[in-house]
């Protein structure tokens, strides 16, 4: 079991015809079953063509019609990339997956509402990874994304990060212990996004396959203490919590366009008290979020 995705998804790669769509796509059909999974691409311009043996389609809609595929990864360049993330939920994909950094926020203000207001007139609600992440891997079943496949290996640990590197970090350190992950997810570091925190501890929470959870976060917003505070009541797994940025100054923008404190409860130590408050174990070591979770099960 997993979450999200397994090796019966079918992906279409929106931007499969651009430098990094390409080598992302190709190391994704590399592993395990993704040579089944990666259906098709999408460039307006190459219909009918074929790249790695994977077709072409002008449209997200026509590449869903012709696969069945239902979910989409994106690697457009910025200036395009919130056009494409409409493009698939007007296409009623099941998950948009946006790889891409660096897309204006007001370009995701605007397709974020337009599909709340979808959503709110009835129609299919796609959910949305990202954009600014790794993406989303079960190992040994299905990597989409640009994370590492040969540090995971399956087993029963979620890992939900806000950052790309300490996903795979916390990944690593679950592998050398001998600890498998059942999903692996990296949410992104923009301000306006789509899945949170709270979505993915949910879905560990209901999955039978996972045991236990590392939650990452970063200074800067609300996500974790809102999820933290969901866990609380509802968690019945025991959850390992490390947020980044302890030692950065309020109100200095920190890399990610979403890492801005504002000096109050979205400092590290803030999310950290918090978080413990809710029942999570948490470390303010990252070299130590392995053994700790280790020492639970």
Same mark, same amino acid.
């Given at each position: 079991?997993? %979450? ?7 992906? %279409?790669?929106? *931007?499969?015809?651009?430098?990094? *769509? ?10 395990? $079953? ?10 307006? &311009? ?17 590449? &869903? ?15 395009? #990339? #919130? ?15 946006? %790889? ?8 995701? =203000? ?16 796609? !959910?949305? =990874? *990202?954009?600014? +992440?790794?993406?989303? %891997? ?12 040969? @540090? /995971? ?32 997810? *990296? ?17 560990? $929470? ?9 939650? @990452?976060?970063? @200074?800067?917003?609300?996500?974790? #203490?809102?999820?933290?505070?969901? +866990? &609380?009541?509802?968690? &019945? ?18 890399? /990610? ?11 590290? $130590? ?22 700790? !979770?280790?020492? =639970?099960?």
């Amino acid at each position: 079991m997993s %979450i999200l995705i397994n090796k019966d998804t079918k992906v %279409i790669t929106q *931007g499969i015809t651009g430098k990094t *769509g390409q080598f992302h796509t190709e190391k994704c059909q590399e592993y395990a $079953n993704g040579r089944n999974c990666f259906v098709a691409g999408v460039n307006p &311009k190459k219909p009918g063509e074929k790249i790695f043996d994977i077709p072409i389609f002008a449209s997200v809609k026509e590449a &869903k019609a012709q696969t069945g595929a239902t979910v989409s990864v994106i690697y457009v360049p910025p200036p395009g #990339a #919130a056009a494409a993330i409409w493009e698939a939920c007007e296409a009623d994909l099941d998950l948009a997956i946006c %790889i891409t950094e660096g897309i204006p926020v007001r370009d995701m =203000l605007v397709v974020r509402n337009k599909m709340r207001a979808k959503e709110a007139a009835g129609g299919k609600k796609t !959910l949305l =990874l *990202g954009p600014n +992440c790794p993406g989303v %891997i079960t190992p040994d079943e299905i990597k989409i994304g640009i994370m590492p496949g040969h @540090i /995971h290996r399956k087993g029963r640990i979620g890992v939900v990060s806000r950052s790309g590197t300490l996903t795979y970090e916390a990944v690593a350190q679950l592998t050398e212990l001998g600890l498998g992950q059942s999903s692996a997810v *990296g949410l992104g570091g923009d301000p306006i996004n789509g899945l949170k925190h709270i979505d993915f501890m949910k879905m560990f $929470n209901d999955d039978p396959d996972t045991d236990a959870v590392i939650m @990452i976060g970063e @200074i800067g917003g609300p996500d974790e #203490a809102d999820a933290a505070q969901w +866990c &609380k009541g509802n968690m &019945k797994k025991p959850v390992v919590g490390f947020v980044a940025g302890v030692t950065a100054p309020a109100g200095k923008r920190m890399g /990610h366009a979403g890492a801005l404190i504002s000096g109050g409860a979205d400092t590290a $130590n803030a999310k950290l008290e918090i978080m413990e408050a809710c029942g999570f174990h948490v470390t303010r070591n990252p070299s130590e979020m392995g053994r700790i !979770l280790k020492s =639970l099960l």
